[in-house]
């Protein structure tokens, strides 16, 4: 059984500037009061959020609680589990945005040309809809739609550019989708104004759509911002990838680290750099520090602190 209960939802709502850094501390204590973990980027826009507890009740209670100080009634929440913590702690970042595409006048009030998971299921089977994913290369290299297009974007604010570019034809219905849903809030409102005529987004993202079709046209795994990396059509953390334990980035190829001999896993970019420095084949910046020291020495080795 899976020990944590992780939910996702986000929310468009008219903040003060001037009044951000109190509802962050209303929100840090109300976190600290319940045990939730978690990140939540918070600005005069609204708020977005992933959230964690072994509890299910504790945290019920506080998105109860949080909802009800924002005047929220009715929000999509997308529901995942984990077998580890997915977050160390609490976190609260106040931005400009709560998802940056600098695009700040972009703010949605209610739903704006949402399609359902099942309107978005039958509609990929017409030839005729360009399929979008607004999300970032390497999510896209982890697992996407049959026929969706690639932006090949490093950070979201690519995405009006990029749209231009690699779908230019701005007669065709264009159906875009991300994670959860909420960078779709803003691409479609930045595709209309560029003068696409017919954009359709899926609602609740991708994670609503493996909910309700986990066997559906999704290929591959969802990436996710947490330790979990990311998740199955079942919803559950993967067991293909992890984190690259020399840069952070998505690792999914299998290496035998050259300290300990431990299995681990690397990123391309790493595996890359280790074939003119091969103590970056290694399990950790632990095993690398002492593998680079003397390479000729096998096994495991204490853990201490050193400088990098």
């Known amino acids: 059984m899976l020990k944590y209960q992780v939910e996702t939802f986000y929310f468009f709502k008219e903040n003060e500037e001037e ?9 840090m204590g109300k ?20 959230l964690a507890s072994q509890d299910p009740e504790a945290l019920r209670v506080f998105i109860g609680e949080v909802l009800s100080f924002f005047g929220q009634e ?9 077998d ?15 998802v940056t595409l600098r695009r700040p006048e972009f703010v949605p009030e209610g739903e704006h040309r949402h399609l359902s998971p099942e309107e978005w299921h039958e509609m990929l089977a017409n030839d005729d809809v360009v399929v979008v994913d607004t ?5 896209y290299e982890l697992g996407t739609f049959e026929k969706a297009i690639d932006l ?24 875009i989708f991300c994670t959860g849903g909420i960078r779709c809030e803003k691409a479609i409102f930045e595709m209309e104004k560029q003068g696409y005529k017919k954009v359709y987004q899926l609602g609740g993202g991708i994670l609503n759509y493996m909910e309700k079709f986990p066997e559906g046209k999704f290929q591959g795994e969802c990436f996710v911002f947490d330790s979990r990396v990311a998740l199955g059509k079942d919803l559950t953390p ?19 680290c050259r300290k300990c001999q431990e299995p681990s896993k690397l990123c391309k ?14 399990c950790s910046k632990n095993c690398r520090y002492h593998y680079k020291r003397n390479p000729k020495t096998k096994g495991p080795q204490q853990k201490q602190f050193y400088h990098s």
């Not at 009715?74 to 984990?82: A, H, Q």
């Not at 690519?158 to 749209?163: D, M, Y």
Request: charge should be neutral; include cysteine; aromatic fraction near 8%.
């Open 31 to 50: 976190a600290q009061v319940h045990g939730i973990t978690g990140l939540v980027i918070l600005g005069t826009e609204g708020l977005n959020t992933t």
């Open 269 to 282: 970019k790493c595996l890359e750099v280790a074939q003119t420095k091969p103590e970056f084949e290694t």
């Open 238 to 256: 993967t067991k293909k990838y992890s984190l690259c334990p020399q840069c952070g980035d998505v690792a999914g190829i299998e290496i035998e």
């Open 74 to 82: 009715r929000v999509d929440i997308k529901k995942s589990f984990s």
């Open 84 to 98: 580890k913590a997915p977050f160390k702690k609490f976190v609260v970042k106040i931005r400009e945005e709560i």
């Open 152 to 175: 090949e974007i490093k950070e979201f604010t690519e995405f009006p550019e990029k749209i231009k570019e690699k779908s230019p034809d701005k007669e065709k219905t264009h159906l």
């Open 135 to 139: 999300r970032n290369d390497y999510e």
């Open 19 to 27: 009044s951000l850094m109190s509802i962050r501390a209303w929100l």
